[in-house]
């Protein structure tokens, strides 16, 4: 009995398995103040309270093949930071001091590719739905503070036993924040970074800095009689390069970003 019991709990099939093509070019947004020895260690993941496939102390990298997706993802959380920070405080102190407006804010957006591209598991493929297991809309949770149940199934994931191939290195997921359209499923890279190396190998392409703001609903910067603001619909600029953000063809109706240019985004808040 306990070896049948043991064999259910290999790979069923490879075809829930995912390799990015060699030459994949990633994306990734950082703070400012990131360097490109940070891009890929895991290091904000591990000392972060956690994020949506990862522990606490556990280095992982979250990427996207889309530009798009990176940036909507830090968008989201950019914008429920400052979120907090207008609305926290006790009632009984005194009120907190207004965030400097306008709400405009300098970022990096990295290009890279990855000398040996690991094993992803599509956590959205129903033989990963039926091994781990886990329902689909699980991965979809809006919530944006209650990761436990897939924090669970990506620590189920890297746990796994693969013992007729290469251990898996992350998880292919969907994208919470950027809406999809027309069949377009936006997804997220989530590599798993082992504990023997300082980062995942890879190869900076190019870096962008990229400027987020927060307008008003009217697309009018924020100032301090403005009444609402348009969380869901930032305003994203590149600059600093003369090369344009290259288009995604997979994603109907893209474009490439020019720098210099401001374009309007959609944002998934629930």
Known sequence: MAAKSNSKRL???????????????FYRVTDRGRSWADVLSGGGAYYSSGGRYNSVQQRTVYAAADP?????????????????????????????????LPLAYEQFLWCFTLNHAPQMVDVEHPLALHTFPHQPFE?????????????????????HPNPQ???VGGILAP?????????????QYVFFVPQNVL?????????????????DVAGQGVTHQTREIAWARPWIRFHGAR?????????????PFMPRTGYQIEVKFA
């Open 243 to 255: 090369t344009p953000v290259p288009v995604f063809l997979q994603r109907p109706n893209a474009h």
């Open 11 to 25: 790979w069923p099939h490879l075809s829930m398995l995912h390799t990015p093509q060699p030459g994949t070019q």
């Open 68 to 100: 798009l997706v990176s940036i909507a993802e830090f968008a989201f959380h950019k914008a429920a930071e400052l979120q907090m920070f207008i609305g926290g405080g006790r009632l009984n102190a005194q009120p907190l001091a207004a965030p400097p």
């Open 199 to 215: 980062a995942i190998p890879g190869t900076l392409v190019r870096r962008w800095k990229l400027t987020i703001e927060f307008k």
């Open 175 to 187: 994208s919470v924040r950027t809406p999809p359209s027309h069949g377009y499923i936006p997804q």
């Open 139 to 159: 991965l979809l949770n809006p919530t944006s503070d209650a990761y436990h149940r897939t924090t669970m199934l990506a620590s189920l994931v890297r746990q």
């Open 165 to 167: 191939q290469p251990a």
